[in-house]
């Protein structure tokens, strides 16, 4: 997911090796906060059975963690102008890392709130990395190589979340105990949270290439230009809303769609382990999709995943064993260039209002927070696989931004930037 990325910037580096090593640097944080994301499609399971809850409180799991991302999102960028983007690194790492310790007493009380209260301080540091991470990336080298630096950092995060479900999998439900227990959580966000201090202390000690002005050098905006009077970037950050929100309630239930007799029988521990499938999924269809948008138009690109996606959940909603259980994971792989394409065409022609622009999208991503519950009372008034006809009409609208919602014009007429 991607964050604000200003333009005109500059940077004081010592060497091009400090700029790699930099780099690489960076694309680790892009691991964490996709691992740890993912990692909440095992826990939802695991504590409604702990706790003994309906779908809807499940997916306050969610709804505390992208809520994160719209509240703490403004006072992150805040935060970052004050103290640069290093420090406000290690910031978000010790703030991810609060959020998992208090896991722990969650669990000792067994008091479902506490957790949701560590979900959303884990969440306020994984946004804190997001607003330092995404831009910084951005500007570190070459303007024209900037797109393909996010690209990488966004294939790493992908790693993360194919690599988030398997752990959880294996330290959460990998137990022999018959009895769900919610101190099961304990060990893993404890590992976490040493990983999350481990990298903060590590973050303090080396010398990342520091930013010396991260002012915009365009001042052409015109006067009475606005974001509001871009309809592609209002569309799209109603597309961004609904994607992100699908992506992650469908994730939210494989484990106990999975688990239901008629469609796979699994345990929880197998069920988990399948996750990792979905996600993974997305990561190579990021590699062939980024090939496939040199010679199709993103546009139709994205428009024809949105359909197929439609047609693999109506599957889904319609069928039963192994042939459910394979539709509903291959929609992963036709998720997986929606959110960037859905971005850049929102983007498109903004010129100096691209980084508010970015902004208002990066806010929209506070649809992984109320998707999941609409999902969630239609999985408790009807059933687990019907409810998946919630973010199947996500994709529907998707399908509309890309064919026509993206290709309308400035309300003003503004000449357009070519980008």
């Known amino acids: ?26 694309t680790t944080l892009f691991f964490i906060w996709g691992f740890i994301t993912a990692l909440n499609d095992i826990l939802i399971p695991h504590l409604k ?25 403004p006072f992150a960028g805040k935060l970052i102008e004050k103290v640069g983007y290093q420090r ?5 790492l010790l703030t991810i890392a609060a959020g998992c310790l208090l896991f722990y007493p969650a669990a000792e009380v067994e008091i479902y709130a506490i957790f949701l ?36 950092a966004q294939a790493i995060n992908s790693l993360g979340h194919t690599l988030g479900p398997a752990f959880g999998a294996a330290l959460i439900f990998g137990g022999t105990a018959t009895i769900i227990a919610a101190t099961a959580v304990q060990l893993p966000y404890l590992i976490l949270a040493s ?33 509001f009077k871009h ?28 688990a239901e007799s008629h469609i796979g029988g699994l345990s929880e521990h197998e069920a988990s382990k399948m996750v990792s499938y979905y996600w993974g999924a997305a990561m190579i269809g990021r590699f062939i999709g980024a090939a496939l948008m040199r010679i199709i138009r993103p546009s139709f690109l994205l428009a024809f995943n949105a359909m197929m996606v439609i047609l693999l959940i109506t599957l889904t909603v319609n069928s039963s064993g192994q042939t459910a259980m394979w539709a509903i994971l291959s929609v992963g792989f036709f998720n997986s260039i929606m ?11 903004l010129g100096p209002l691209t980084g508010r622009g970015s902004g208002l999208l990066c806010q929209a991503i506070v649809g992984g927070a109320v998707i999941p519950m609409l999902q969630g009372v239609a999985a408790d008034v009807t059933s687990v696989q019907a409810s998946f006809i919630v973010p199947a009409f996500a994709y529907v609208y998707i399908a509309w931004y890309a064919l026509k919602g993206s290709k309308s014009t400035n309300i003003n007429n503004a000449a357009e930037v070519k980008a």
């Open 1 to 26: 997911m991607a964050g604000n990325i200003p333009t005109g910037n500059t940077f004081k580096a010592t060497g091009a090796m400090n700029t790699k090593f930099a780099f690489i640097a960076m």
């Open 49 to 73: 059975a702990a706790f003994d809850l309906n779908y809807t409180e499940a997916m306050l799991v969610q709804f505390c963690f992208f809520g994160a991302y719209f509240i703490i999102s």
């Open 88 to 92: 406000g690194i290690i910031i978000g």
């Open 117 to 152: 209260l560590g979900l959303f301080i884990l969440a306020s540091g994984v946004t804190i990395l997001q607003v330092s991470a995404n831009p910084y990336v951005a500007i570190l080298g070459s303007e024209t190589t900037a797109a393909s630096r996010l690209n990488l």
């Open 195 to 227: 990983v999350m201090i481990i990298t903060a202390v590590i973050f303090s000690r080396i010398q990342l290439p520091v930013i010396t002005d991260v002012e915009t050098t365009d001042t052409t905006e015109a006067p009475n230009d606005s974001v």
């Open 231 to 258: 309809p592609p970037l209002l569309f799209g950050t109603l597309a961004i809303f609904l994607y992100v929100g699908a992506e992650v309630s469908i994730g939210s239930f494989l484990v106990n769609f999975f």
């Open 339 to 349: 959110f960037p394409t859905i971005f850049t065409l929102a983007i498109k022609g």
